[in-house]
């Protein structure tokens, strides 16, 4: 699963207390119930997570996705945040709980899904993925570092890793190269999560039959590092 180049950023002044406690299990299943402590609030799993790709839950007011939602945790979208409104932005704001009002806990997706959905203006390389921005053509190289930064800058209490959103359909052999690729730059995207431990590092693992391999062999690399 390859991974992606973004802009350097200020470190987190403040640092976050990050825990994941497991309260139940079902004995039997695999079922289990969880609660995750953040810097700005607790997560209990499993959980329901709006999407709020610029920062916004779409046709919902924030006292409506606290209220009556009672949204613990929103998702925010990093290749969309970096293009707009843009880390300068969101930097003076001082982060995107500042920007967007939201003070609970908020998970950035990298932009591994926009290697997907936008297969027509990206190009794969070994070292990331260069887009071409949807808003006004320019370019803009994403490597595992750059993203690990531009999530940083953003602020968001988890942060997803940079990676390959392969297709539903992608043969065993077009999926075994994306995931192979995975292990290759997890070393230098661990490197840059030592930098600054204040936030969280997590990475997607999809489960499917063209993709099962890439369970195990993520598994180890990540207890390898």
């Given at each position: 699963m390859p991974l992606i180049l973004i802009l350097p950023i200020k470190k987190q002044k403040k640092r976050i207390n990050m825990t994941?406690?497991?309260?139940?299990?079902?004995?039997?299943?695999?079922a289990r119930a969880g609660l995750i402590t953040t810097d700005h609030g607790q997560i209990e799993t499993p959980i329901f997570m709006p999407?709020?790709?610029l920062g916004t839950v779409k046709g919902v007011h924030l006292h409506e996705l606290k209220e009556d939602i009672k949204a613990q945790i929103i998702l925010g979208n990093t290749y969309h945040l970096y293009l707009r409104p843009g880390l300068d932005i969101i930097e003076r704001a001082g982060g995107l709980h500042k920007f967007n009002?939201?003070?609970?806990?908020?998970l950035t997706d990298s932009g591994g899904f926009q290697v997907f959905s936008l297969s027509g203006i990206r190009k794969m390389r070994e070292e990331?993925?260069?887009?071409?921005?949807h808003i006004d053509g320019s370019k803009h190289l994403f490597t595992p570092e750059r993203v690990m930064d531009i999530e940083r800058?953003?602020?968001?209490?988890?942060?997803?890793?940079?990676?390959?959103c392969?297709?539903?359909?992608?043969?065993?052999?077009?999926?075994?190269?994306s995931m192979?690729?995975?292990?290759?730059?997890?070393?230098?995207?661990?490197?840059?999560?030592?930098?600054?431990?204040?936030?969280?590092?997590?990475?997607?693992?999809?489960?499917?039959?063209?993709t099962r391999l890439c369970l195990s062999r993520l598994t180890q690399t990540i207890s390898g590092i």
């Open positions: 994941f406690d497991l309260q139940y299990t079902d004995p039997k299943s695999n999407v709020g790709t009002g939201f003070d609970r806990p908020m990331g993925v260069e887009f071409r921005s800058t953003i602020g968001a209490d988890i942060m997803m890793a940079f990676d390959e392969t297709p539903g359909t992608a043969d065993y052999e077009y999926a075994k190269k192979q690729a995975y292990p290759s730059l997890a070393g230098p995207l661990h490197k840059a999560f030592q930098r600054n431990r204040s936030q969280i590092w997590l990475s997607t693992v999809i489960i499917s039959h063209s």
